[in-house]
């Protein structure tokens, strides 16, 4: 095996996202951004690639008959906040407009530890 990557698929909001992500969370950065061809399709993500901290998470949008299905909880990217006050800053940007499933409270060697679900519907756990 030569490696395994996370992959969102979502249903044409994959750019906004991606470039969300790249301002909130530190040293993350696009690295890559193809569209489709297609008219209807043109203005959507075929393959997408955000780096952060050099993992790669890959993103598409989903054509209009083959559309993903709602993301959920059941999947989350897990983020080691370097500090306090990176894990703050994180938070309040992923949390605003989306929802808190837990947290933050201290949870097992962590000071803070939460669960959340971003205005994109991707599930984010944050520990400190």
């Known amino acids: 095996m030569k490696s395994i990557t996370p992959f969102i698929a979502l249903n044409g909001n994959s750019e906004s996202a991606m470039r969300y992500y790249s301002e909130v969370i530190p040293n993350a950065k696009i690295t890559q951004k193809n569209k489709f061809d297609e008219a209807d399709d043109n203005n959507k993500v075929f393959q997408g690639v955000l ?6 998470v ?3 949008d989903m054509k209009r008959n083959c559309p ?5 909880w059941s999947f989350s990217l897990m983020v080691e906040c370097s500090s306090e006050d990176e894990f703050d800053e994180i938070f309040e940007a ?3 407009e989306g929802t808190v499933i837990m947290g933050p409270e201290p ?7 939460t669960w959340l679900t971003d205005k994109f519907g991707v599930t984010w756990q944050l520990v400190v």
């Open 51 to 56: 780096n952060i901290e050099g993992m790669d």
């Open 58 to 60: 890959n993103f598409v």
């Open 68 to 72: 993903a299905p709602e993301p959920n």
């Open 94 to 96: 992923l949390s605003s």
């Open 107 to 113: 949870i097992c060697e962590y000071e803070r530890a």
